[in-house]
Structures are given as structure tokens and as C-alpha cells.
């Protein structure tokens, strides 16, 4: 496929593919070769391919929330339930949570708990003043033992949605 074509998928079948040696993971990448070879730098060597996977990176960006060359660690300690900005109570952010499970359950959890949430704001419900004094409160820890060495994007998805199912109950009470 062309870049950007498909998406690369790592799940736990690739994890399985890579302990098995049926995917190499590979570094130092400089060139390739006639005849489907890859050339790598350090150690000098060719290998054989039939398909390569890009995994170049990326860096995390909430202009209107993080500061220059702030890490994902310190950019997920400002936002409350990975959502809600820690001082302005009209912005909000549906921010890259990864979870063990499809991405959709994640979001709609989150697009309930933001709908509470302005819900209660234009009906002046107590909980909100309530929510707004404590945006400056760092968030639960929604990691969980699965993601404990992960960045705190990385959540486990049943205590992130029932924190996220609670919040929107208590918003609508």
C-alpha cells in the first residue's frame, strides 16, 4: 500500500508474529536494494523483506493547552478525565485515550460525560460549580497494570469509562 493508504494495526497477533520471529523489528533503517532488500546502518547489514511497516513516532500537540517541548506525561496531568481543559470550563478536548478496546465505546463515553456536562452548565446544576473548582486537581490514575509503564494516555478501558460513565451521572443528578 501507498503511505497513508491503510493504517498499521499492532495488536496482540503482531506482538505473538515478533516474539516469534515471523516479524522482525528493525532499526537504523538508511536504504534498500535491488531485489527486495533493506539496507540497515548499525550494524551494517542487508535483509530480505516482503513488507515494510513505518513506525516513525509522533508527538502530541494541544496548542491551546500545552507548552513547548512539554512531554505527553505533563500534557495528561493537565487535562481532567483526559477531556476537560484544568482552567476553562468551554474548552474541552477529545484527546488520543488508548485503551485495550476499540477506540468507539472510549469516545461515546467521553461525548456523554462532555454533553453532562454542559447540560448541567446551561441549567446552572451545583455539580458544575462543583467539577470547575476542582479542574485544578490532577486526574485519577486510569492506567491500570496493563499500561503501567505507558504514558498516561494509555488507559484500561474499564476503569476509564466507568469514571467516565460516573462523571456523566453525577453531572445529570
Not at 500500500?1 to 508474529?17: I, N, Q, S, W, Y
Not at 483526559?82 to 469516545?107: D, Q
Not at 494509555?154 to 456523566?168: G, I, P, Q, S
Amino acid at each position: 500500500h501507498r503511505l497513508l493508504e491503510k493504517f498499521a494495526v499492532t495488536d496482540r497477533g503482531f506482538v505473538r508474529a515478533a516474539r516469534r520471529g515471523q516479524v522482525g523489528v528493525c532499526a537504523d533503517l538508511i536504504g534498500f536494494a535491488p531485489g527486495g532488500t533493506a539496507r540497515f546502518g548499525s550494524p551494517p547489514r542487508e535483509q530480505a523483506f516482503d513488507t515494510i511497516v513505518f513506525a516513525t513516532g509522533y508527538r502530541r500537540s494541544y496548542p491551546l493547552l500545552d507548552a513547548p517541548d512539554q512531554a505527553d506525561g505533563e500534557l495528561a496531568d493537565r487535562l481532567r478525565f483526559l477531556v476537560f481543559h484544568p482552567t476553562e470550563p468551554g474548552l474541552t478536548y477529545m484527546a488520543e485515550t488508548i485503551a485495550t478496546r476499540s477506540c468507539w465505546p472510549v469516545f461515546a463515553a467521553q461525548g456523554r460525560a462532555l454533553a453532562a456536562y454542559f447540560a448541567a452548565e446551561q441549567r446552572a446544576a451545583k455539580n458544575v460549580d462543583e467539577f470547575n473548582r476542582r479542574r485544578s486537581n490532577l486526574s485519577p490514575d486510569f492506567k491500570g497494570n496493563v499500561f503501567r509503564k505507558a504514558d498516561k494516555f494509555h488507559v484500561e478501558y474499564f476503569r476509564y469509562t466507568r469514571a467516565m460513565h460516573d462523571l456523566a451521572d453525577w453531572l445529570e443528578a
